[in-house]
């Protein structure tokens, strides 16, 4: 719909980095959300449609990459196919976006969130915000993280299922930072940074685009995270004063970024 968010801010970056792309949406929708106006048309009897036929056609996929799931329905079908997939040798990257700032969005309920712990025990690569990973974990949600606190949070999606783990919009010991788990070294990592107080909606959707695209060249994950925080980084610099922050960031006028 109207605004670079989700699919539409996703594609332009994993293609300029020259993967191909084939897409199961699971709504549509008229505007991004920070309007407080919007329409969201559900999909999922397209999806469950579609996924029987991909089936049927013996289509099968590298990766895939789940991201807003807006009913347990929904959640039961892509949890399924991930499943399906991992067994086929796909790698599995899971942005499982419930929430943010400590609560679930509207409409999005416990349910969901067991749908998504199914994703997270066949997954790769999860990249939660901070809020979501406390749902998954079952863990509670602090302003302001101690770092042992951050450890055992990754450290608990790990033993939940996921090979690694990358945890967003964190604040450890006052500091704004990524953490994650790093599954192939076995170590925690905390890569702070600097935050540009300006907010744009689909950030979040370029972060995990510019990880997926590193993760799936090879480059290790560590690396792969600090090169999408630069990414995204530049972009809201560039784009710090455009006037509607609420139809996010005009991707296709930044994509050498990704060059760099």
């Known amino acids: 719909g109207y605004g670079k968010v989700s699919l539409s801010a996703m594609m332009p970056v994993l293609s300029h980095m020259g993967h191909h792309l084939y897409t199961l949406p699971t709504a549509l929708v008229s505007n991004t959300l920070d309007y407080g106006k919007f329409y969201i048309q559900e999909t999922t009897e397209y999806m469950r449609q579609s996924l029987k036929v991909w089936a049927e056609l013996g289509f099968s996929f590298d990766v895939v ?77 602090h302003e302001d993280m101690t770092e042992e606190e951050a450890r055992a949070l990754t450290i608990r999606l790990h033993e939940m299922g996921a090979k690694s783990v990358v945890v967003t919009s964190a604040k450890v ?14 170590e925690f990592f905390r890569i702070p940074f600097d935050l540009i107080p300006v907010r744009f909606v689909g950030t979040g959707d370029i972060f995990a685009a510019v990880m997926l695209g590193r993760l799936v060249d090879g480059v290790p994950l560590q690396e792969s995270t600090h090169r999408a925080m630069d990414a995204v980084r530049t972009m809201i610099d560039r784009n710090r004063d455009k006037e509607d922050k609420y139809l996010g960031i005009p991707i296709e006028t930044c994509l050498e970024v990704l060059d760099e």
């Open 65 to 141: 990459s789940t991201g807003m799931i807006l009913s347990a329905e929904q959640a039961a079908l892509v949890s399924d196919f991930c499943e399906q997939s991992a067994k086929k040798g796909a790698l599995v990257f899971v942005d499982p976006i419930m929430g943010d700032e400590g609560k679930l969005y509207n409409g999005v309920g416990e349910e969901t969130v067991a749908h998504m712990r199914k994703m997270v025990a066949v997954a790769d690569c999860i990249v939660p915000n901070y809020t979501e990973a406390a749902y998954l974990a079952d863990m509670p949600y």
């Open 173 to 186: 010991d006052g500091e704004n930072c990524v953490v994650g788990y790093d599954g192939t070294e076995g």
